[in-house]
């Protein structure tokens, strides 16, 4: 009985040490292979496991993860281990749960690119206002509340970028900022620094002025507005440096200025050249009552009479009228001479419409109101009229507007999103160009202007000469129905 006791406790205490060998033994973990392949001995897939493994976070869970990936990241492998397949090791379960990581893959992607940008910025590829030491002085006026102190940025080539940055167009500038980023990430150099000024703040000469002498800027690009121009243009001339300006006063275009602008001028001539083109000759005009509608009405004017049988007739019409329905009902209503027993117009074969988005969606409706069918009246329009509301107001198909495409704009895109994200736009490819033409103009000093003589833009496709005159590839474009655009292929004015 004692050794059958003895036996029995042998056995309980063998399988009390089963177990507690057992409960030592670390969990499996899970190995995540790049590809299938066969089974292989225990022994030998012990060999094949990589020393150094690689742990990776959850966006590498829904895709393939090459090694010539891996080995971006300086991980090393030994030689006679490249062939076989790369290991992963995950520590935490938990990611193994099941999420929606495509938002997730998407942001990093952004971050990376971003990061990158920010890591360019730092070998002094561009500043800011506050990088330029522009400090507040009390000692000096109210309005000229800033000083420029002397820095490292003497030791470059300076581009002086003027945008909005702030205010009211500060959509417009941000963008820009973005675009002349890229191009010098793409093209820049370590000599070349690209510094930008706020024109969204209140700005003086004696402040300008500061700027030119401690930057001794070789290239200008902006600014958005006519106002910030003139300031600026005089202290350019004085030194003949170049501008490349986006506002669209073709007036302020000289021998050192460039306007990368649809200018309204332009934007008529494109429109009212495509008409005549196609036989009309009678021609209404209705545009609001100020300097913007006295432009557009004199250059569609200057056009028309050229033939002295072509015919013209224009209404201007103020806000007050705007405002008074019963006075721009009357107003209209003998403009076109309407009268209830005509079901079709008969006055006119072509009416320009002028002004802003609410100026033309106020109009147009009422154009149909006195039968005027813009499937047989031809409307014109300006480049206002590439806005999603008014493309599919119904009164307004088969209207005809002028935009300027873009050379190689589908290119550009797919890096503008890739950076940036979002989508591109004309300004955003203006900017792009304006960056990479200031650094080749930069590269290639002893050119002096006549380097931006028949120089073309790589996206845009502008085309530049020495008299400040930019060619542009401008399309007359057709609505259809659904806000749908279709090319006038007679009225195409490309650069190729």
């Known amino acids: 009985m004692f050794l059958n006791n003895i036996k029995y406790n042998l056995i309980i205490i063998f399988c009390i040490l089963l177990m507690i060998n057992g409960c030592n033994r670390e969990n499996s973990k899970l190995i995540i292979e790049n590809k299938s392949t066969p089974e292989k001995p225990k022994a030998k897939r012990e060999k094949s496991k990589i020393t150094n493994k690689v742990f990776v976070n959850k966006n590498n869970l829904k895709k393939q993860v090459l090694k010539s990936s891996i080995l971006k990241k300086n991980i090393v492998i030994p030689k006679e281990k490249e062939k076989s397949d790369i290991i992963f090791e995950f520590r935490n379960e938990r990611l193994l749960q099941g999420r929606n990581i495509s938002n997730n893959v998407e942001d990093k992607k952004t971050r990376l690119a971003l990061s990158a940008v920010q890591k360019m910025f730092k070998k002094n590829l561009s500043s800011s206002e506050t990088e330029l030491n522009l400090k507040s002085n009390e000692n000096i006026s109210t309005l000229n509340r800033y000083m420029f102190e002397t820095n490292k940025t003497l030791n470059y080539q300076n581009i002086l970028v003027f945008l909005p940055l702030s205010g009211k167009y500060s959509s417009f500038g941000n963008k820009i900022r973005k675009s002349l980023d890229l191009s010098m990430l793409n093209y820049g150099n370590s000599k070349i620094k690209l510094i930008y000024f706020d024109t969204g703040k209140v700005i ?58 649809f200018s309204p001028e332009e934007q008529v001539q494109s429109v009212i050249s495509c008409a005549l083109l196609q036989g009309y000759s009678k021609f209404g005009i209705i545009a609001p009552d100020n300097l913007y509608g006295k432009i557009i009405s004199g250059q569609s004017i200057d056009l028309i009479t050229e033939d002295k049988n072509n015919y013209y007739s224009s209404l201007f019409l103020s806000n007050e009228e ?175």
């Open 204 to 261: 003086d000469l004696d402040l300008i002025s500061n700027l030119f002498n401690m930057l001794n800027p070789k290239f200008i690009i902006g600014p958005f507005t006519r106002e910030v121009l003139l300031k600026i243009k005089p202290f350019a001339k004085n030194d003949n440096i170049p501008i490349l300006t986006f506002s669209n006063d073709i007036a302020m275009v000289e021998s050192n200025v460039w306007s990368l602008g």
């Open 322 to 496: 705007l405002n008074n329905k019963t006075k721009l009902y009357s107003k209209l209503r003998r403009f076109l001479q309407y009268s209830e027993s005509e079901e079709t117009h008969t006055k006119f074969d072509t009416i320009l419409i002028g002004g802003g988005k609410e100026f033309i969606l106020e109009i147009a409706p009422l154009l149909a109101f006195f039968n005027v069918d813009s499937k047989f009246v031809k409307i014109l329009g300006t480049e206002t009229f590439n806005n999603e509301e008014i493309k599919n107001e119904p009164s307004l198909e088969k209207s005809w507007f002028p935009v300027i495409l873009s050379k190689n704009n589908e290119l550009f895109k797919f890096l503008w999103k890739d950076i940036w994200g979002g989508t591109n736009d004309y300004f955003s490819n203006a900017g792009f160009d304006a960056g990479v033409i200031g650094i080749n103009y930069v590269n290639n000093l002893q050119k002096n202007l006549q380097y931006l003589n028949n120089v073309e833009a790589p996206v845009t496709g502008l085309i530049f000469d020495d008299n400040g005159y930019v060619k542009k590839p401008v399309q007359v474009m057709q609505i259809e129905d659904l806000g749908k655009l279709i090319y006038i292929k007679k009225c195409s004015k490309s650069n190729d």
